[in-house]
């Protein structure tokens, strides 16, 4: 069982790391136009704290070698494209996304971090990191809603990729079948909201994947932007959530 869980944690890993890897391609480009575009830094600037947050649980866990890998790693990652969006952003956006990273990324993770080793009894440290993890994975599983009620409504899958729909099922998958076997609710229960969302996913891709589009995807992105006074749209901004994914 305990060989079981290594190798399934293993595979974990990979496709995690695969998955924190899948903004590249989109700062590679940001890189090269010297801007940051139509993009929002919110779900870097989160998953930043999500990750470090799932290392912290992996080094306080005498079991955490794996999650702290992997979230490890993540972090790394979040944290260049989270500098390279402070770079490249426009200076409105940019002032905006570095308060919010001295808010999220200095200061709760500040406070956590030293609550945690100096005001938390040793026996219930990982109670109390295990239950922030789960509640801060539970809402950024389900950050691409938005994505998935544009899908209905547009009848087009053009702002939900299958490929990264299929990669975050089999992420939750994996880390839900490894929770089980270590026996581990914190993991267990964000992994298996992000598998039932991850199905439904999947399930709207192959009804809508091949049907004529109703209501045309651009007019209705216009609209929504409109009302939302031209900030990105939802179905986007859930598609970016959805590329930094990759934490347990």
């Keep these: 069982m305990a060989n079981l869980s290594f190798i399934l944690g293993i595979i ?17 480009g940001v890189i090269k136009k010297k801007s940051t575009g139509d993009y929002k830094g919110e779900p870097y600037i989160t998953t930043l704290l999500s990750t470090s947050l799932w290392t912290l649980y992996g080094i306080i866990n ?32 940019k002032v905006k996304a570095a308060k919010l990273v001295g808010v999220v990324n200095v200061g709760v993770l500040g406070t956590v971090t030293a609550v945690t080793l100096f005001a938390v009894h040793k ?25 998935m ?8 899958v053009e702002y939900m ?26 993991i267990g229960v964000p992994n ?16 809508y994947k091949n049907k004529p589009v109703s209501t045309n995807p651009s007019e209705a992105i216009e609209e929504e932007e409109e009302e939302e006074g031209g900030s990105a749209h939802p179905a986007r901004r859930g598609i970016e959530m959805n590329s930094s994914l990759g934490n347990v």
């Design 62 to 93: 005498p079991d955490g070698l794996l999650v702290m890998t992997v979230n490890g790693a993540g972090a790394i990652l979040q944290l260049i494209y989270v500098i390279l969006f402070l770079v490249y952003a426009p200076k409105d956006t």
């Design 12 to 28: 974990g890993n990979v496709i995690s790391i695969l998955l924190f890897a899948s903004p590249i391609k989109t700062f590679w």
């Design 123 to 147: 026996n219930t440290r990982l109670t109390f990191v295990g239950i922030l993890c789960t509640a801060l994975t539970i809402g950024m599983y389900a950050s691409p809603l938005s994505a």
């Design 192 to 207: 298996a909201v992000g598998l039932f969302l991850g199905s439904a996913q999947l399930i709207l891709y192959v009804i």
């Design 161 to 186: 990729p299958f490929s990264l729909s299929l990669f975050l099922f089999l992420n939750a998958g994996v880390w839900s079948a490894y929770a089980v076997l270590v026996k581990d609710i914190y």
């Design 149 to 156: 009620s544009t899908v209905v409504k547009t009848k087009s």
